[in-house]
């Protein structure tokens, strides 16, 4: 654990004693400067008071991360450590990044910016960066090695899939 005098002042302000919606935590949630902000990002707020997280964890069935409570040990990724997810750049999904949430495969798309009705994005990768505008965009994705990797948009959702398990024994190939 760091000790919380050597943490940026945004997160001394947090108090994580209390429920993250608290009034006193909504507050430090509307900071625009965070620890879970991609330095690329235009900073999109979607005209929320809220500031949203651009990173979490790849949780659900099959993932590092199966349960709310539960890790994997690394010996037990026998996908390989290179080939499997560990947290995501996923800047479209509108996480409050004071939420104590991560990204749940059986409820997002194994897809790339794909917009939702609201504007945000329900797709396992979604980046802020200028560049969508010009037909290509990459995200950001940490692997259980340690490495991180920028993805493509053009990725093919078979392998993205085949990312996030850690023991299905799926090729995952070329990305």
């Keep these: ?38 330095p690329s990002s235009f900073r999109s707020t979607y005209g929320s008071p809220l500031s949203f997280t651009d ?13 709310r409570h539960t890790v994997l040990d690394l ?26 949430q991560d990204l749940d495969v059986t409820q997002a798309k194994f897809s790339f910016n794909e917009l939702n009705a609201t504007g ?5 990768l979604s980046s802020n960066h200028r560049l969508l505008s010009k037909g290509y965009c990459s995200a950001y994705a940490c692997f259980a ?8 948009s053009k990725i093919d959702p078979t392998v993205l899939r085949a990312m996030t ?4 024994g ?5 990305f």
């Excluded at 979490?56 to 993932?63: D, F, K, Q, R, S």
């Excluded at 499997?84 to 409050?96: D, S």
């Excluded at 398990?165 to 299905?168: E, S």
């Design 75 to 100: 010996k037990s990724i026998t996908d390989g450590k290179s080939n499997t997810l560990f947290a995501v750049e996923c800047a479209g999904m509108r996480i409050p990044w004071t939420e104590p």
């Design 165 to 168: 398990t850690a023991n299905a």
């Design 145 to 152: 090695d340690g490495a991180v990797r920028q993805i493509s």
């Design 55 to 67: 990173y979490a964890l790849v949780t659900g069935p099959g993932t590092i991360f199966p349960t």
């Design 1 to 38: 654990m760091v000790a919380k005098s050597s943490r940026p002042e945004v997160v001394k302000q947090y108090d994580d004693q209390l429920p993250w919606s608290s009034s006193n935590d909504l507050v430090v949630c509307q900071k625009s400067e965070h620890p879970f902000r991609c």
């Design 120 to 124: 945000g994005s329900d797709s396992l």
């Design 170 to 174: 799926d090729a995952v190939g070329d």
